[in-house]
C-alpha cells in the first residue's frame, strides 16, 4: 500500500468518523450529562463498534448484503427500533430533575459506557457498507495482514479521538451550565434526532 493510498484512506476514516450520526450524538450527551471520563470510555465503545464493521467489510459484508438484501433490512430494522428506544427513553425522563453529584450527574460505570457506545454503533449498519467502499478504493489486493491491522487501529483511533474530543467540548462547565437550564427541551431534541436517525437508517 503506497503512503498516497494510505494518506487518502486516513482521510476517508476521520471523514466517516466526524460526519453526525448517532455516535457523536451520544458523544455529545453523554458529555454534557456524565463528563469527560465516561465519555472517553464510551467513544471507545464506538470505535470498537466501528473496528467490528470495518472487519465485517474486510471479510465481505458487504457482498454478503448484496447476495441477501433481507439480511442488511434485518439489521437496518434492528438499528433502528434500538434508537427508537433510545430516543423514546430520553424524551420520556426529559423532565427529570437533573441529579447530581458535586455538580456533575452520577456516572454510569465505564463498562456501561463502553457497551453504550459500541451498542450505537453497531445499531447503524451503513459503515459496513461505508468502510467496503474505503478498502476497495484505496487498498490494494494482496496486502499484508499487519497492513489491515494497522489500518483497522487507524479507524479506531479516529472514531475514538474524535468523539472524546465531542465528549470532551459538550462537558466544559459553560456547556453544562446551559444544559441545565434548559435540560427538557435539549433532552427531548436528542431524543428526537436519535428517533429520526432510527427512521433514517429503516428507510435508507
Excluded at 148 to 168: C, P, Q, S
Aim: one cysteine or more.
Amino acid at each position: 500500500m503506497s503512503v498516497s493510498a494510505f494518506m487518502i484512506f486516513v482521510g476517508l476514516v476521520v471523514f466517516a468518523a466526524v460526519s453526525p450520526g448517532p455516535a457523536v450524538l451520544m458523544s455529545a450527551r453523554t458529555g454534557l450529562t456524565e463528563g469527560m471520563r465516561t465519555g472517553v470510555m464510551l467513544a471507545m465503545g464506538i470505535g470498537a463498534g466501528a473496528v467490528f464493521w470495518a472487519s465485517a467489510a474486510m471479510f465481505g459484508l458487504n457482498i454478503l448484503f448484496a447476495a441477501a438484501p433481507p439480511l442488511l433490512w434485518a439489521l437496518k430494522i434492528g438499528g433502528a427500533i434500538y434508537l427508537l428506544w433510545m430516543g423514546w427513553k430520553l424524551w420520556q425522563s426529559a423532565t427529570e430533575p437533573f441529579v447530581t453529584t458535586d455538580t456533575r450527574a452520577v456516572p454510569r460505570s465505564g463498562l456501561s459506557a463502553f457497551r453504550l457506545g459500541l451498542f450505537t454503533q453497531l445499531a447503524n449498519p451503513k459503515p459496513a457498507v461505508m468502510f467496503s467502499a474505503i478498502f476497495l478504493g484505496t487498498v490494494p489486493q494482496g496486502t499484508p495482514l499487519w497492513t489491515y491491522a494497522a489500518l483497522l487501529a487507524v479507524i479506531f483511533t479516529a472514531e475514538t479521538l474524535w468523539n472524546t474530543l465531542v465528549a470532551r467540548i459538550f462537558s466544559l462547565e459553560r456547556t453544562r451550565a446551559g444544559y441545565i437550564s434548559l435540560k427538557t427541551l435539549i433532552d427531548r431534541c436528542f431524543g428526537g434526532l436519535l428517533a429520526v436517525l432510527g427512521i433514517k437508517i429503516a428507510a435508507t
